[in-house]
């Protein structure tokens, strides 16, 4: 297409005629008076689009919502650039326009649904971790950054085994090679730091069957531990005190 900097169309195609929602490029042209009322979602568009003209003499991608014949809106990326008179100014521009609006959706709802994934993925108290079969954290929640007082994205791209003492390190490069190998969760438990923790491993399958990632879920069960270890001793008095009884009841019978 050409148009004039003030807003009438000099030429367009019929592809443009059609992205626009006009039956021709003539109708197109006759119809519309004033691209950036009729045609630009929001008159300070077209405003935008000849500012970068003016600074940059071109412009490529820049995208930005249109409004069709029907008063339908949609999204459409642009290539345009300015064309000067014999006196340096704009003269017209000329470019190429493009629908995106298919693609605004569907970014749009990746970033919707990575937005509930990342909501999801800080819900749990749990340490949620994804790596790679080398070990480098691709995503980590904030829990599982902050029990290491750090942050997400401190993390990510950094070796898991470079947060882990030496012997956890090792005892998870194992468990991570079983998993791959038999692309199968594993089950553990880990003591660190004077804390315990529960980790399942699971390994992640592509469309090859074969594992890429793994996905690592570590609960603290400090506490469960030490309930269990305190009914373990209440237990052994309690036996130890009942044989105790029986002993003494024993020696008053004899």
């Known amino acids: 297409f050409q148009s004039t900097p003030q807003g009438a169309f000099l030429s367009a195609n019929p592809a443009m005629a059609t992205i626009l929602g006009y039956a021709s490029a003539e109708e197109l042209i006759r119809e519309v008076t004033n691209i950036g009322e009729q045609v630009y979602a929001y008159p300070l568009g077209r405003l935008r689009l000849l500012k970068a003209l003016e600074k940059h003499g071109s412009v490529e991608g820049m995208e930005m919502p249109m409004r069709r ?23 017209y521009l000329e470019g190429q326009l493009a629908e995106v609006t298919q693609r605004k959706k569907a970014v749009g709802e990746l970033r919707e649904s990575e937005a509930r994934i990342r909501a999801l993925f800080n819900a749990t108290s749990d340490s949620v971790i994804l790596v790679d079969v080398e070990g480098v954290i691709l995503a980590i929640n904030e829990h599982g950054a902050r029990r290491r007082s750090l942050t997400p994205e401190e993390m990510t791209g950094h070796s898991l085994y470079d947060h882990l003492t030496p012997h956890s390190a090792e005892h998870r490069r194992l468990q991570i090679r079983e998993a791959v190998r038999t692309k199968s969760p594993r089950t553990f438990e880990e003591e660190r730091e004077g804390f315990s923790y529960s980790i399942t491993i699971y390994p992640i399958l ?15 069960i400090t506490a469960s531990k030490e309930s269990e270890e305190t009914i373990r001793r209440l237990n052994e008095n309690l036996e130890q005190r009942v044989k105790e009884g029986v002993f003494r009841e024993d020696l008053f019978h004899r």
């Open 69 to 91: 014949k029907d008063g339908t809106i949609i999204w459409t990326s642009l290539i345009a650039r300015a064309v000067p008179g014999a006196d340096g100014k704009m003269a």
């Open 206 to 220: 592509d469309a090859d069957d074969a594992v890429r990632q793994l996905a690592s879920f570590s609960r603290d």
